[in-house]
């Protein structure tokens, strides 16, 4: 069975550091991609970027570029989301999905990881 | 503002049929780029419900179907029933973005 596992829930203070994982099993994960997603509290689905387990092709949505760092370490199956200094408005839950590439179909989804920033 | 639009809300009787728009633009429905569908019941992640179009992914009833025709898509739900109350929403691909767009999302209702 393909599936994308998330790393549990967090709590952080704003400034703080923070890196979510995501990972894969069920399939080969060099060779599809992995985008994230975020949701904010009561709101619809924001596509954050993508990146390309094999070689680390990495692309940013416009409004992300700058604010997060997508990763991967193929060597043990696993994507990851980065923020080097947390904002209250980083506050939502945050999915993984594969791809078979940039421009195809989201499935399947990881279960989400909760980011909750508060002082 | 979503890339692709869609209705707030929509909702319909257990039995009855409802659609849901998906409306974009020249650089994403309108091109060969396709509209995917997905069910997000509350407190859980997204599911594929319709893919390239109108394909249904395994185990997802006939009841639910997809279309797309210039700059629109449309997902269908037929019979409805209490479980289909979700939140849903269309992706495609955008040339002018060069990623991945998504629709605002739409609330069904079973009345």
């Known amino acids: 069975e393909v599936q994308l596992v998330q790393s549990g829930a967090e709590v952080k203070k704003p400034g703080e550091s923070l890196k979510i994982s995501c990972k894969g099993s069920?399939?080969?994960?060099?060779?599809?991609?992995i985008g994230w997603v975020r949701q904010m509290p009561g709101k619809g689905l924001e596509w954050m970027g993508i990146?390309?387990?094999?070689?680390?092709?990495?692309r940013y949505s416009p409004s992300f570029q700058g604010q997060v760092t997508i990763s991967a370490d193929k060597s043990i199956s696993a994507a990851y989301l980065q923020w080097s200094s947390l904002k209250a408005s980083d506050t939502a839950m945050y999915y993984c999905?594969?791809?078979?590439?940039?421009?195809?179909?989201?499935?399947?989804w990881g279960q989400g990881t909760l980011v909750t920033v508060s002082s | 503002q979503s890339v692709l639009t869609q209705p707030p809300s929509v909702s319909g009787a257990p039995g009855q049929r409802v659609t849901i728009s998906c409306t974009g633009s020249s650089s994403n429905i309108e091109t060969t780029y396709n509209v995917h569908w997905y069910q997000q019941l509350p407190g859980t992640a997204p599911k594929l419900l319709i893919y390239?179009?109108?394909n249904r992914p395994s185990g997802v009833p006939d009841r639910f179907s997809g279309s797309k025709s210039g700059t629109s898509a449309s997902l269908a739900i037929t019979g409805l029933q209490a479980e289909d109350e979700a939140d849903y929403y269309c992706q495609s691909y955008d040339s002018s973005l060069s990623g991945v767009v998504f629709g605002g999302g739409t609330k069904l209702t079973v009345l």
């Open positions: 990146i390309y387990p094999g070689d680390s092709d990495t």
């Open positions: 069920g399939y080969n994960f060099t060779n599809y991609w």
């Open positions: 999905a594969r791809h078979v590439s940039p421009i195809t179909v989201a499935a399947p």
């Open positions: 390239g179009n109108s």
